[in-house]
């Protein structure tokens, strides 16, 4: 064999395992940059401990705040629960665009599907643990209007809600106590805690796709149609949306401004971010404080470090993209009825809201093509996970395992 041939094969040998490299079958190549983001997105991974709540991972907690979570006693009327805005059938979030409990709310009910994956909780992140942010609904007065005393004296009347709460949290405290009620309340928001933490969708055709390139594999590649693959190319690349909807959950789980108009009965001047920092460093339920498990932990040095600028101001948490069937309207007070109305949003950014002094300047029009709006909304829809386990769809037999 000459040497001329030798080097021929060579590069032939060479080529076909570079080839190799680009996953065979793509409809579009993913360079090094894309490969690294996609690494960033998938897998979706285990749900992250939540130290502030002893009782997170606990089956008999789950289960009494699974029962909880539909429990309408816990209302002021007794005609409102969690499931009012948050429909199972809807994603756990709310068709309507602006969520109405004892009276009409300023914002729409997200959707809880993979909320445990959550830093700060509310659209303003109000709340720095999830079992923080049960709370607020209890007691807000347009929402479930309950009172925590209330809510223990339920606790106290039902023998099956006590023999419950007794089950995990040992003997119901004495009414008596002047502590009494905040601690069941806690465990209240503790319990519900434990339930949000079940409703985990990942593993979706997009994550199988992601792991096929991840290896080189070829199988695993047709998870996404070429729609599908030009659209994730899109959304990684030109289209800019890993800027803020980076990480497993889609989410860089931080506040951004992107200027959306208000919803015609919405409030305009809605504060966001700004009003959040304000209201979880001024609760007495934060991470770092008494009733929190771990109160000098990551989450609660968190809190220390915030710091309440005007930049904030209107700015809202992105929210996760797995799983957007079945959840619209879409953004915080659901002013976009369907995701077609939000990518016009984003490619043209027609009626961006010009009351707001501190818009994110990386926000410019997209321009896309009809086609490639086509091919970016295929790949949203690639991103739907392994449906839930039915059962967590309707309130349990009873609050205790047992039941
Ligand atoms: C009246 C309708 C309504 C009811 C009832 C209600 N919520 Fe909500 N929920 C909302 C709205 C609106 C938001 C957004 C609030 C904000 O931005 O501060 C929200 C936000 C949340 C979030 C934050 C999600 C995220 O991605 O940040 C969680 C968790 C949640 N609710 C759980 C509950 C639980 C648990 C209950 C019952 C104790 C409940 N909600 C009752 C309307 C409701
Ligand atoms: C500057 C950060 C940023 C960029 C870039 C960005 N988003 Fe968003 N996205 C957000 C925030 C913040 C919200 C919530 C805004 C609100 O409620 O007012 C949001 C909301 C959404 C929603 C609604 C989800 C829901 O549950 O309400 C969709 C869908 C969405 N974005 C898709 C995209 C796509 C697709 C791109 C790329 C074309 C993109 N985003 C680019 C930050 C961003």
């Known amino acids: 064999m000459d040497l001329g041939l030798k080097s021929i094969l060579g590069i032939a040998l060479l080529s076909a395992l570079m080839g190799c490299q680009d996953a065979p079958g793509t409809a579009v190549e993913f360079g090094d940059a894309e490969r690294k983001q996609l690494g960033r997105l998938s897998p979706l991974g285990d749900v992250p401990p939540d130290p502030t709540n002893r009782f997170a991972d606990d089956p008999n907690a789950a289960r009494l705040g699974h029962w909880l979570f539909f429990d309408e006693r816990l209302s002021l009327d007794g005609q409102v629960s969690c499931a009012t805005c948050h429909v199972p059938t809807h994603a756990f979030s709310d068709p309507k665009s602006l969520a109405k409990g004892m009276g009409l709310g300023e914002r729409h009910a997200p959707s809880l599907i993979n ?91 997009f994550d199988q796709f992601a792991a096929a390139l991840a290896s080189n594999r070829s199988d695993g590649i047709e998870a996404l149609s070429d729609s599908e693959q030009r659209g994730l190319h899109l959304f990684l690349t030109r289209a800019n949306c890993t800027q803020c909807h980076l990480g497993p959950n889609f989410t860089d789980s931080e506040f951004h401004n992107t200027a959306a108009p208000p919803h015609p009965e919405g409030r305009r001047d809605d504060p966001g971010r700004f009003q959040g920092i304000a209201h979880v460093q001024g609760s007495e339920f934060k991470a770092s404080g008494i009733y929190s498990d771990d109160r000098n932990g990551t989450t609660a040095n968190r809190v220390q470090h915030l710091v309440k600028s005007s930049d904030s101001f209107g700015a809202f948490k992105t929210p996760s993209l797995r799983n957007l069937a079945g959840r619209a309207p879409f953004m915080h007070q659901g002013q976009f009825e369907d995701l077609d109305a939000v990518l016009h949003f984003y490619d043209t950014r027609e009626g961006a809201s010009v009351t707001s002094h501190h818009q994110e300047q990386i926000l410019a029009p997209l321009r896309l093509s009809p086609s490639e709006l086509s091919d970016l909304h295929a790949f949203l829809g690639s991103l739907e996970g392994a449906a839930l386990d039915p059962s967590l769809l309707v309130p349990p037999a009873g609050p205790s395992l047992s039941d």
């Not at 347009?142 to 003997?171: M, N, S, V």
């Not at 002047?178 to 069941?184: G, H, N």
């Open 115 to 205: 909320v445990a994956y959550g830093r700060w909780f509310g659209w303003g992140g109000r709340a720095d643990s999830l079992w923080m942010q049960a709370l607020g609904p209890l007691e807000n007065p347009l929402e479930l209007g309950g009172h925590r005393d209330l809510i223990a004296d339920l606790f106290h009347d039902d023998p099956d809600l006590k023999r419950a709460y007794e089950t995990t949290f040992g003997p119901l405290p004495n009414e008596s106590d002047v502590t009494a009620s905040d601690e069941v309340f806690v465990n209240v928001g503790k319990s519900i805690a434990a339930f949000e933490r079940l409703l985990v969708r990942g593993n979706s055709r």
